[in-house]
């Protein structure tokens, strides 16, 4: 079956670096784009990152630009993202997503919390 699992989440002091990893398994890890999802306490989750299969192609969002870098790896079936400069409102759960035809799956999401 389909499992993403996320990992390298943490508490880290403003101004601090972390990467997370997404490793899945259950299908043909190169043929499908990865997400990169958020929800901090009390809001909507929110998309931060995309990856195109190939790895060739990949966005983060504006709010992240500069300080987070999407990756994959598809040789050991994994995304990462390379957060720094880390700031308190970056604190949330990190969530990968993948969408198979019509379905989406989703992490069990790790926790960031960028406090001092």
């Known amino acids: 079956q389909v499992q993403l699992v996320e990992s390298g989440g943490g508490l880290v002091q403003p101004g601090g670096s972390l990467r997370l990893s997404c490793t899945a398994s259950g299908f043909t890890f190169s043929d499908y784009h990865i997400n990169w999802y958020r929800q901090a306490p009390g809001k909507e989750r929110e998309p931060v990152a995309f990856i195109a299969n190939t790895g060739r192609s990949s966005n983060v969002v504006n709010s992240v630009k500069g300080r987070f870098t999407i990756s994959r790896d598809n040789a050991k079936n994994t995304v990462y993202l390379e957060m720094k400069n880390l700031k308190p409102e970056d604190t949330a759960v990190y969530s990968c997503?993948?969408?198979?035809?019509?379905?989406?799956?989703w992490g069990q999401g790790t926790q960031v919390t960028v406090s001092s």
């Open positions: 997503r993948v969408r198979i035809a019509t379905r989406d799956y």
